[in-house]
């Protein structure tokens, strides 16, 4: 088992060790896991290429790591508690035996469908168990998995499968998401129509029953394929650095990048914060609020909790189904202790008041987790009061789906915790603050734009069919250093607090969207000629996305920004819809025609009284039509 920090002492300890001697440090944490065959190097990195890796040559499989090796003493420990949708329904429960007989006739039936070492196998499914199962049955047999949240539309989920070359797409029939019931298989089809051509199987799981169109040719139930297959599956020898899996995110412009993390260097990582994060106890019941369709289900519902042996909670639905109290319903029904959620859930069960959670017994609480976007200080003190009762420190986690796991947060009983900061580094990650011509800010009480120096284990190795992208997006713009993307302040004791993105990317309801996406997606609309998409600050979302858009022929009504919607809806899903449309003759440009987004965000922040000069600009007269016409 990797360590488990003990105090501050311990902590401060660590953290020095990990900064010296990178490589002893971690040959330390990863040298606990079973290795196949023991890996001849720590660590080799460049960041010019960007070249990183980690635990050469080693063999392995995370699946082993994460099941077989529990078997000898947690075989009937629960390893995946799973709670419906309708809370009338009963919860089920996989042992680590269960699971590991699950994970291998999934594996087994996946071999059997042509599935080989290598392959990439698209998810689009709600949060059922047998998610979680086949995703470690592609890790068992060596195929990439690379999961899609089941909110993107049929387009967006086409562009995924074609840039993975995905040989099978693995979904449900319906969705059951609180009251309604959601045709994903539908969804499927579609996209199998606008694209899809590498795909040969879609394998089926029956999940409510109700009718699907079936494709005689490609279409395989999973009840069908799996159910038969033999419990003993024996786990692939993977490479240390193959790939693991493939995971979609956006960014500032062009398609969403496919994230790329490796076997090795992610197992120790994920397992290594899950259990200093959450100071997981064995015996604890661990509930992460995230879909799997995201980074933080990946690594903290599934690798890093079983990596770790923990118990961990998956729940198929909504917060607010049948009312505001599930969450909190849940936590007493299982008697979770650590739980882990996103601001902006947070924020909307704030706003249905006090009453709801006090109906409930959370006294098994003892960490609360925040992570997706920065933490406003009302939902940081309403949580750690109302559901804390102020005996569960607040981890304020910072990290992205391109570092694979935690990167800087407070440790709980560990190091303190103040309002609206990550706070501290993990042991391994030196992260610095630099200024923009990439000097280093190293006095506190600065502002700066925030990198990290060092390679860590899971840091991401390419994206994936586009190095160059990689390169370019994440180690050009700072020399020898990764960066994030995101300004950050660093207060007179040296606490960390992540402010939120400096590029052209937007955090709605902790969904990562970019700007350059949802334009290209209004621009769609035939009777758009131009728009232009900023964030703006919105009390429940974190961020709304504002759209200015220039049209011709239309007239520009309710009934027009619906069209646009539908057509946001269509060609990414429900998630990017633009909360405010505001139409207009012009967009502010500088001499070259770069769009000024500075200004269009002021505007829509309702902050216009602050533009600063505008009269460089191409056409400094726009201004005064976006200010007169804004939708504030
Ligand atoms: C971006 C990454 C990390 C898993 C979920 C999101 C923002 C994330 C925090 C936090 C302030 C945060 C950053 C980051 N972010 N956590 N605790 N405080 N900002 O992963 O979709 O890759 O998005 O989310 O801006 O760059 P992601």
Known sequence: MTTQIRDLDHYKELYRQSVESPEQFWDKEAKTFTWFKAYDEVCTWDFEKPAVKWFLNGKMNITYNCIDRHLADKADQVAILWEPNDPKDEAVRYTYQELHDEVCKCANGLKALGIEKGDRVVFYMPMVAELAIAVLACARIGAVHSVVFAGFSAQALADRVDDAKAKMIICSDFNKRGAKNIAVKEVVDQAMNIGCKSVETVLVHQNTGAEVTW????????????????????????????????????????????????????????????????????????????????????????????????????????????????????????????????????????????????????????????????????????????????????????????????????????????????????????????????????????????????????????????????????????????????????????????????????????????????????????????????????????????????????????????????????????????DKIQFVTGLPKTRSGKIMRRILRKIASNDAANLGDVSTLLNPDVVEELKKSALV
């Open 215 to 578: 494709n005689t040719e490609k279409d395989k139930w999973w009840h069908k394929e799996i159910n038969h297959q033999s419990t003993i599956c024996a786990p692939e020898e993977m490479d240390a650095e193959d790939m693991l899996f493939i995971l979609y995110t956006s960014g500032s412009t062009g398609k969403p990048k496919g994230v790329v993390h490796t076997c090795g260097g992610y197992m120790v990582y994920t397992c290594f914060t899950f259990k200093n994060v959450f100071q997981y106890q064995p015996g604890d019941i661990y509930w992460c609020t995230a879909d799997i369709g995201w980074i933080t289900g990946h690594s903290y519902i599934v690798y890093g909790p079983l990596l770790a042996g923990a118990t961990t909670l998956m729940f198929e639905g909504v917060p607010t189904f049948p009312d505001a109290g599930r969450f909190w319903e849940i936590c007493e029904k299982h008697k979770v202790n650590q739980f882990y959620t996103a601001p902006t859930a947070i924020r909307a069960l704030m706003a249905c008041g006090d009453d709801i959670p006090n109906k409930y017994d959370l006294s098994s609480i003892k960490v609360l987790g925040s992570v997706g976007e920065p933490i406003n200080e009302e939902a940081w003190h309403w949580y750690d009061k109302k559901i804390g009762k102020g005996n569960a420190p607040i981890v304020d986690t910072w990290w992205q789906t391109e570092t694979g796991g935690i990167m800087i947060t407070p440790l709980p009983g560990i190091t303190d915790t103040k309002p609206t900061f990550a706070s501290y580094p993990m042991p391994g990650i030196q992260a610095v603050l630099v200024n923009s011509e990439g000097q280093e800010l190293k006095e506190n009480n600065v502002e700066g734009l925030l990198c990290i120096k060092h390679p860590w284990p899971s840091i991401l190795r390419t994206t994936y069919g586009d190095h160059e992208r990689c390169r370019q997006v994440y180690f050009s713009p700072f020399k020898g250093m990764y960066f994030t993307g995101d300004g950050a302040r660093r207060d007179e004791d040296g606490r960390i607090r992540v402010i939120g993105r400096v590029d052209d990317v937007i955090n709605v309801s902790g969904h990562r969207m970019g700007t350059a996406e949802v334009e290209n997606a209004i621009n769609e609309h035939p009777q758009v000629i131009e728009s232009a998409v900023v964030g703006y600050p919105h009390e429940i979302k974190g961020q709304g996305i504002y759209a200015y858009v220039i049209s011709q022929g239309k007239a520009l009504d309710d009934a027009f920004r619906k069209e646009i919607s539908d057509v946001v809806r269509r060609e990414i899903g429900p998630i990017a819809k633009p």
